[in-house]
């Protein structure tokens, strides 16, 4: 079976932050709905999480000379940050992209790239 990451690039952290708990359980609903839609599908999520406050956590990047520099906040020249993902297995790439459709219900934008396989 291939696997995937689908990755939400887009959310909005401060509209977040201010919306009620009614809030963010539509989007927990619609994250479920994802997961029914692509079990029916043959798929399943075998990982993955809502990550938190990405614009308070550590960057690090290559500095001058090679150096790791390491700074507050997102990478400076990054225009979106990554709220959350899921791992997924399954053989139906379609069938994927069929059942994560329904995301943009709650996320503005969702991402789907395959995992490349190491032998």
């Not at 696997?3 to 989007?27: C, I, K, L, T």
């Not at 390491?70 to 399954?90: D, K, N, R």
């Given at each position: 079976?291939?696997r995937?990451?689908?990755?939400?690039?887009v959310d909005?952290e401060?509209?977040?932050?201010?919306?009620s708990?009614?809030?963010h359980?539509?989007?927990?609903?619609?994250?479920?709905?994802?997961?029914?839609?692509?079990?029916?599908?043959?798929g399943?999520?075998?990982?993955?999480?809502e990550?938190?406050?990405?614009?308070?956590?550590?960057?690090?990047?290559?500095?001058?000379?090679?150096?790791?520099?390491?700074?507050?906040?997102?990478?400076?020249?990054?225009?979106?940050q990554?709220?959350?993902?899921?791992?997924?297995?399954?053989?139906?790439?379609?069938?994927?992209?069929?059942?994560a459709?329904v995301?943009?219900?709650?996320?503005?934008?969702?991402?789907?790239?395959l995992?490349?396989?190491?032998?």
């Amino acid at each position: 079976m291939a696997r995937y990451v689908v990755m939400f690039p887009v959310d909005n952290e401060q509209e977040w932050e201010a919306g009620s708990a009614a809030d963010h359980q539509a989007v927990y609903d619609t994250d479920m709905e994802f997961a029914r839609l692509l079990e029916k599908r043959g798929g399943v999520i075998t990982g993955g999480r809502e990550l938190a406050s990405s614009s308070r956590t550590r960057a690090i990047r290559r500095g001058p000379n090679g150096t790791a520099l390491v700074t507050i906040g997102p990478y400076a020249e990054t225009a979106e940050q990554l709220s959350g993902f899921y791992l997924v297995t399954c053989d139906d790439e379609e069938g994927l992209v069929e059942a994560a459709q329904v995301l943009v219900r709650a996320h503005p934008a969702v991402e789907i790239r395959l995992v490349h396989e190491q032998d």
